[in-house]
């Protein structure tokens, strides 16, 4: 079946540095894609998202990279700061097209730890 | 709040029991999801609401797991006789929905969850 998975579940990064955070893909029918952030006892934050007729947005410190070629998504947090310690999920969606509905299918999840 | 809002924050109860959760969504979202997630795990379809369209279902467990949307607003996730296997925390998210429009987003808000655990 089709599933979205995430390449690895930890990453840790000093205080300042940059993240980055893989998500792979399988549905070659996805057309949008989700980033969310889940802190301990909280439900997931929306991050940023991105269609599939982009390959780049940016938002505030965060940019989200779209690789249709190798089905590929990633999520790059500028100058990590340790109130981005969470678990990032990527999230996927195969029917937006020109409509607004959309049942996600969500990654594993990777956490991320920001020592200061 | 604007926020999703879903209650109990926790609840324990014994394996057999039937319980009740809720969720308040945004007001204004036509759409309604449930998800489920495991203790170090992502977050597993249940089911969801469109409208006064018949829900898709397809992501329930078992014929234990049910939900109903009044009104179009507050949704109640009911599982009965609960098994040890169901201790999860559950999930509710509220989107704009269908009919919104080319631009409009199917950007999910999250409640906070309700942790189910049973004994």
């Known amino acids: 079946g089709e599933s979205v998975g995430l390449h690895l579940p930890t990453l840790s990064v000093q205080e300042g540095d940059n993240s980055i955070i893989n998500c792979a893909y399988s549905?070659?029918?996805?057309?949008?894609f989700i980033w969310y952030k889940q802190e301990s006892g909280k439900g997931p934050q929306f991050i940023i998202d991105?269609?599939?007729?982009?390959d780049k947005r940016q938002g505030q410190r965060v940019t989200v990279l779209l690789n249709k070629t190798v089905k590929h998504l990633s999520l790059q947090i500028a100058a990590t700061q340790p109130g981005d310690s969470a678990v990032y999920f990527c999230a996927e969606n195969a029917n937006a097209g020109g409509t607004s509905y959309g049942k996600l299918t969500f990654g594993q999840g990777t956490i991320l730890t920001v020592h200061p | 709040g604007a926020g999703v809002s879903q209650s109990p924050s926790n609840k324990v109860t014994e394996k057999g029991k039937d319980v009740e959760l809720r969720c308040d969504p945004i007001?204004?979202?036509?759409?309604l999801y449930w998800y489920r997630q495991s203790l170090g795990q992502g977050l597993e379809f249940l089911i969801y609401f469109q409208g006064n369209s018949a829900p898709d279902k397809s992501g329930l467990p078992s014929d234990r797991f049910s939900a109903e949307r009044t009104g179009g607003s507050v949704s109640t996730l009911t599982i009965q006789r609960t098994q040890q296997e169901d201790s999860a925390v559950y999930l509710c998210a509220s989107s704009l929905g269908e009919g919104q429009g080319l631009k409009a987003k199917n950007i999910q808000y999250f409640g906070a969850g309700t942790r189910l655990s049973v004994l």
């Open positions: 549905n070659s029918a996805s057309d949008y």
């Open positions: 991105i269609r599939s007729n982009m």
């Open positions: 007001s204004g979202h036509t759409a």
